[in-house]
Nanobody, 121 residues
Framework: QVQLVGSGGGLVQAGGSLRLSCVAS????????LGWYRQAPGKQRELVAAITSGGSTNYADSVKGRFTISRDNARNTVYLQMNSLKPEDTAVYYC???????????????WGQGTQVTVSS
């Protein structure tokens, strides 16, 4: 069993910064891709950013140049540095482990519990 625990959300004014963290635990050998998604009220969950085990990254157009995803493979941790935050970034942010190699083999799509980010104007 793999568990993801996210943290770091909160309330910030527009233009401010927050850093989200997510730690994966369990019988993990490696995690192929880690990502952050978000879901605003009344909207579908969307990909914010993702990073492979080799360090390749992918960002939603709406956050390019403002958000930076990184990971620490030794700690099975993924981070999301969010700068120049806008009110439209307000959402619940979820971390995701897309493909995990565990003692049971390949496992897919584990999610963290979500952390609220609120940006005031």
């Amino acid at each position: 069993q793999v568990q993801l625990v996210g943290s770091g959300g909160g309330l910030v004014q527009a233009g401010g910064s927050l850093r989200l963290s997510c730690v994966a635990s369990g019988s993990i050998f490696s995690i192929m891709t880690l990502g952050w998604y978000r879901q605003a009220p009344g909207k579908q969950r969307e990909l914010v950013a993702a990073i492979t085990s080799g360090g390749s990254t992918n960002y939603a157009d709406s956050v390019k140049g403002r958000f930076t995803i990184s990971r620490d493979n030794a700690r099975n941790t993924v981070y999301l540095q969010m700068n120049s935050l806008k009110p439209e970034d307000t959402a619940v942010y979820y971390c995701n482990a897309a493909r995990v190699v565990t003692t049971r083999g390949y496992e897919y799509d584990y999610w963290g519990q979500g952390t609220q980010v609120t940006v005031s104007s």
